[in-house]
């Protein structure tokens, strides 16, 4: 089974409008760390927000915050106010603890393109 | 820019032949993570180093290895070059180990390789 799963491939959305981004995650650890990243064209990965699995409230970091639904292994990441430089790749990912280290895992990503 | 800084950034080298990629952390990151990222495969983990020692390996071949010296820089070794192998790799680091999963990771520029 897929340890991440994106099932949007492509979305578009209006500049200055919100968009959700979904993520689900299959993990039987009771402890794990949620993450998204941004992939712009030029390639590089930049972190965007973070969820550990005890947090009791959704993290929000600045336009983004991430709808952690626990119960239903759901970890969307919202944007609001798009804007046109929010045109890249998304990349859910999480991390399991593996022995005395990490295991990540990431999703295939959505590609956002904001429409002007 | 993250801090993370990996060298060099690209890189053609024909098959067979073996190839060392750079990766030196954040300032006071003991962790370091190498991925690969190809069109097929998406982004897969491949081993993470802590302080100089090998914490958790993901989907690493044998052909390659890697280290963590005591300075924290890390150089992934990958040889017997396939054309198969042709990908971004990238590095990330982070500041806390394991079980303490409150951190997020930076990522690297990353070393686009190509095998000819």
């Known amino acids: 089974a897929q340890k991440i799963t994106q099932t949007q491939p492509g979305m578009f959305v209006q500049e200055k409008e919100a968009v959700t981004l979904d993520c689900t995650y299959d993990?039987?650890?009771?402890?794990?760390?949620l993450f998204w990243y941004k992939q712009p064209s030029s390639g590089e990965m930049i972190f965007l927000i973070y969820?550990?699995?005890?947090?009791?409230q959704n993290a929000t970091e600045g336009r983004y915050s991430l709808n952690f639904q626990k119960a239903r292994k759901s970890a969307n990441l919202v944007i609001s106010a798009s804007q046109l430089g929010d045109s890249a790749m998304y990349f859910c990912a999480m991390r399991e603890v593996k022995g005395t280290g990490n295991q990540f895992y990431f999703g295939t990503g959505t590609s956002l393109t904001v429409i002007p | 820019d993250s801090g993370v800084t990996q060298t060099p950034k690209h890189l053609i080298t024909a098959t067979g032949q073996r190839v060392t990629l750079r990766c030196s952390p954040r300032?006071?990151?003991?962790?370091v993570y190498w991925y690969q990222q190809s069109l097929d495969q998406g982004l897969q983990f491949l081993i993470q180093y802590y302080n100089g020692e090998e914490r958790a390996k993901g989907n690493i071949l044998e052909r390659f290895s890697a280290q963590q010296f005591p300075d924290l820089h890390s150089e992934l070794n990958l040889s017997s070059l396939e054309l198969g192998d042709s990908a971004l790799y990238f590095c990330?680091?982070?500041?806390?180990?394991?079980?303490?999963?409150?951190?997020?990771?930076?990522f690297g520029q990353g070393t686009r390789l190509t095998v000819v």
């Open positions: 969820q550990g699995s005890y947090d009791q």
């Open positions: 300032s006071g990151d003991l962790s």
């Open positions: 990330a680091s982070s500041q806390l180990l394991g079980l303490v999963l409150g951190t997020e990771a930076f």
């Open positions: 993990t039987s650890d009771p402890s794990y760390g």
